[in-house]
């Protein structure tokens, strides 16, 4: 178990791997039903940790875990209700057990205003998340489907960021945009013109970035949600009266979707799920931040980068990493079906299940020397599905982010281009503070290029 320090100043503490993996310390199952041996007792927090959690951010998970070690899962409380920590590989094949999380309930309403969206995928359980979660499967990890997604990423960002010789160049801002434009392309969204399209991309943004805190970010993201929402719910209905939509898009396969009792998706709901295919495909903004901020430290990562061919695995692996090693996702929650049985406790009712993300990616039982950045680790190894968990865990049929491979693949092609394209980086604040959820190089990465 991580017991070292939190990763403050950002990246700059290098350590050693035991080479140990940690034995499973979660609950089994016996007959399908939910159960559990006693396999250690874990620390204890009584005191409710929502301020420390605003006020931290990516630390305190990691940060509590170390303050209250144990062999077990921690015991803490969120928000009122019960928790428990999860951390390791073996915890993430149980995570993602549907027998023991249920992900019915367990956002609350602040997230589904914001990021998700009320009656996404995310909230379902069982035989209507399967019936679901096909809509995402069949669209976004086709191969052909995937590379045609990457390739408008590339032509765009030639148009919009390759252009722009001599001048300044915010790319948080940029990529934003690029991404927004190739994504409404792609999926087949109806009409719309570039204004319309740049709307969407800064919207997308404002539900991202305003998810996770109170004050003026979270209210963007609630106005930015709705119009959005209302915006595609009419687009939707439009397009089932005229029988206009293209079929064999992602837009045209939401519309004719059927749940697992033979039912279309309302237009709200249709809105819903057409946002989650386009706002993760432009929070790949993020990555692309940071994937500047790391050639700029690594100036030998980006000449690997730009010497190598369009089919190169390094691209691959530098994804991976930037994946893994800076912080988006903190952690992941779910409810405990009433009588789990974790480590030999029975746990209370509305008890929440969270996924330590950030603190297994940083794991040094699993990555050797996780605060140094280092592509060449998945060149020597492809990541294991439940050790390297940046989108989730778990069989890409259940609850694992169904884009991972477009985030790959679309994070592979920005860096080549980046890593290719002439550019200077300009006096500027790129720390990366780790209290702020989500979050990213302060200055935004400013480039100039053609420099």
């Not at 319309?196 to 970035?209: F, G, K, N, W, Y």
């Not at 979707?257 to 799920?273: C, F, K, M, Q």
Request: glycine content about 10%; aromatic content about 6%; hydrophobic content about 40%.
């Amino acid at each position: 178990m991580d017991r070292g320090p939190p990763p403050s100043p950002y990246g700059s503490r290098s350590r050693g791997r035991s080479g140990r993996r940690r034995a499973p310390t979660h609950a089994t199952t016996r007959g399908g039903a939910p159960t559990g041996a006693a396999a250690g007792t874990g620390g204890t927090v009584t005191a409710d940790k929502t301020l420390a959690l605003l006020l931290k951010g990516y630390a305190w998970l990691p940060g509590l875990r170390r303050d209250h070690p144990g062999d077990g899962p921690l015991r803490t409380r969120l928000m009122g209700r019960p928790v428990r920590v999860l951390h390791g590989p073996e915890a993430v094949a149980f995570f993602y057990d549907e027998r023991h999380a249920r992900r019915h309930g367990a956002l609350p309403g602040p997230v589904l205003d914001t990021l998700f969206g009320r009656g996404a995928v995310h909230t379902l359980d069982g035989t209507d998340h399967r019936a679901r979660k096909t809509l995402f499967l069949e669209r976004l990890t086709e191969p052909a489907a995937v590379g045609a997604l990457a390739e408008r990423v590339r032509e765009e960002f030639r148009a919009v960021v390759g252009g722009r010789r001599g001048q300044e160049v915010h790319l948080f801002d940029e990529a934003a945009l690029v991404l927004a434009r190739a994504v409404s392309d792609w999926a087949g969204l109806p009409g719309g013109d570039r204004a319309a399209t740049d709307r969407l991309a800064r919207d997308c943004v404002a539900m991202v970035d305003g998810f996770a805190t109170p004050g003026p970010r979270h209210l963007r993201a609630r106005r930015a949600r709705a119009r959005q929402e209302e915006l595609l719910s009419r687009a939707v209905i439009q397009a089932r009266e005229s029988g206009a939509a293209a079929a064999d898009t992602p837009f045209g396969a939401v519309l004719s979707h059927r749940e697992a009792d033979g039912s279309l998706l309302d237009p709200h709901t249709a809105a819903v799920e057409l946002l989650n295919i386009v706002r993760p495909t432009v929070a790949i903004a993020w990555f692309t931040a940071f994937a500047a901020h790391a050639m700029s430290r690594r100036p030998d990562v980006r000449r690997r980068l730009a010497q190598e061919g369009d089919r190169g695995a390094y691209a691959v692996s530098f994804a991976h990493e930037v994946r893994r090693f800076y912080p988006f996702v903190p952690f992941l929650g779910a409810l405990a079906p009433d009588g789990l049985v974790l480590d030999g406790e029975r746990l209370p009712h509305g008890t929440m299940l969270l996924l330590d993300v950030f603190g297994q990616n940083h794991d040094p039982e699993l990555w050797e020397e996780p605060y140094r950045f280092d592509p060449e680790r998945f060149l020597r190894a492809a990541p294991h599905r439940d050790d390297l968990i940046p989108q989730g865990g778990g069989p890409r049929e259940g609850h694992r982010c169904p884009g991972e491979d477009v985030t790959v693949a679309v994070l592979s092609v920005l860096a080549r281009e980046l890593a290719r394209l002439d550019f200077a980086v300009p006096d500027q604040d790129l720390r990366i503070p780790l209290n702020r959820i989500p979050t990213r190089p302060r200055s935004g990465v400013r480039l100039v290029v053609g420099a």
